[in-house]
């Protein structure tokens, strides 16, 4: 079950920054923070993922606060292709290593 | 690379009929996932194999759904008696596990509407 809260919805101006709030307050050490994206219509795409280290790709930027219990992705220039649901996902370590995506946050790039 | 088909996308149907979806994951990829999307939900896991073997399922896989991966490559599940509640996108996603990563890719998905 989803262990992760994210706002419903958010808006950002295209070209600016979308960041978007992640709280997983009962992470544990050897959990993983993932975020994926669904744009409407299509299956979930990977994005980024992290333990404890910030991480970048070229999509987004992860930061993991000191404590683990929050997070922040962030997209540096949105554009409207971004628009879509974007998932917070604490993944266990293990032989089960399912994603329990919950509903996720949807950001909406404003022209 | 030719990422994961499903098939077929959109399948409508009559209650109590059955009902069967087909995954083709990425070929070098040994786990396969399958989920369940609802209008408004992310998401929700149903069951995952590793190779031919089916290591998780959900208590949402009711006894009328069945996933098979005979051979640890295509998967299908099947939906037996289809009920109204059935409505909805499944999804099935692959992954090459390693033990820090394995991060899904996932189909388009399947839609199903049972009228």
């Known amino acids: 079950d989803a262990k992760t809260t994210q706002p419903p919805s958010m808006d950002c101006a295209e070209g600016r920054a979308a960041n978007l709030p992640c709280n997983h307050s009962?992470?544990?050490?050897?959990?993983?923070v993932y975020w994926y994206r669904q744009i409407h219509s299509q299956g979930p795409q990977y994005i980024i993922h992290?333990?404890?280290n910030n991480e970048t790709n070229e999509m987004a930027s992860l930061i993991i606060t000191e404590d683990r219990k929050s997070s922040t992705l962030i997209l540096p220039h949105a554009t409207l292709r971004d628009t879509a649901v974007y998932y917070c996902?604490?993944?266990?370590?293990?032989?089960?290593?399912?994603?329990?995506f919950g509903t996720g946050t949807s950001l909406t790039v404003i022209p | 690379d030719t990422g994961v088909s499903q098939d077929p996308r959109h399948k409508i149907t009559k209650r109590g009929q059955n009902v069967t979806f087909r995954c083709d994951p990425i070929?070098?990829?040994?786990?396969l996932y399958w989920y369940r999307q609802t209008l408004g939900q992310g998401p929700e896991f149903l069951t995952y194999?590793?190779?031919?073997?089916?290591?998780?399922k959900s208590r949402l896989l009711s006894d009328r759904f069945s996933a098979e991966r005979p051979k640890g490559s295509f998967s299908t599940l099947e939906i037996q008696r289809t009920e109204q509640g059935d409505s909805a996108m499944y999804l099935c996603?692959?992954?090459?596990?390693?033990?820090?990563?394995?991060?899904?890719?996932f189909g388009e998905g399947s839609r199903l509407t049972v009228l």
């Open positions: 992290g333990l404890k």
């Open positions: 194999f590793q190779n031919e073997a089916q290591l998780e």
């Open positions: 996603a692959s992954s090459r596990w390693t033990e820090n990563t394995g991060e899904l890719f």
């Open positions: 009962t992470i544990s050490g050897n959990e993983y």
């Open positions: 070929s070098e990829h040994n786990r």
């Open positions: 996902i604490v993944r266990v370590e293990g032989t089960g290593n399912q994603f329990y």
